[in-house]
């Protein structure tokens, strides 16, 4: 797949946020299923959501790079996306959060695609992606 078609693909997404629009007080009170492998840890340490390191740190994941936290080892298929200079807002993290396989596999156009992440949510994903932004200001 052409780096254009991703890019548009994602660019997509974007525009549907407000289609997307979720409630983040649900979103905090559905993230326990994301604390066993995911924290969120402010730049100073201040924990905000003590959790799992099995995930990335989540503190500022809406408006951050594709597969970017330097603390974090990432697979293929989601460094892939990032390679494209996609950058996370709330439509695409709930999109990722409902099948992260099936996401990587249609963002990159490739059958192939693998997610280290594998639990899927079956709904709220809108929740928890206005939870993480209104978590990280």
Not at 37 to 65: E, F, M, W
Not at 88 to 106: G, N, R, T
Request: charged letters at 20%.
């Amino acid at each position: 797949m052409s780096k254009t078609l991703i890019l548009a693909t994602i660019s997509a997404f974007a525009l549907a946020a407000p289609a997307f629009a979720g409630e983040a007080a649900a979103g905090e009170a559905d993230y326990k299923k994301c604390k066993a492998c995911h924290s969120i840890v402010a730049p100073d340490g201040t924990a905000i959501q003590k959790g799992g390191k099995t995930g990335p740190n989540l503190y500022g994941v809406i408006g951050r790079a594709v597969g970017s936290d330097p603390d974090f080892k990432y697979g293929d298929s989601l460094l892939a996306v990032g390679a494209t200079g996609a950058v996370w807002d709330e439509a695409m993290v709930a999109a990722y959060v409902a099948d992260p396989a099936a996401w990587l596999k249609s963002t990159l156009g490739d059958d192939g695609a693998k997610s280290k992440m594998s639990y899927k949510l079956a709904s709220g994903g809108e929740d928890i992606a206005a939870y993480l932004a209104s978590a990280s200001q």
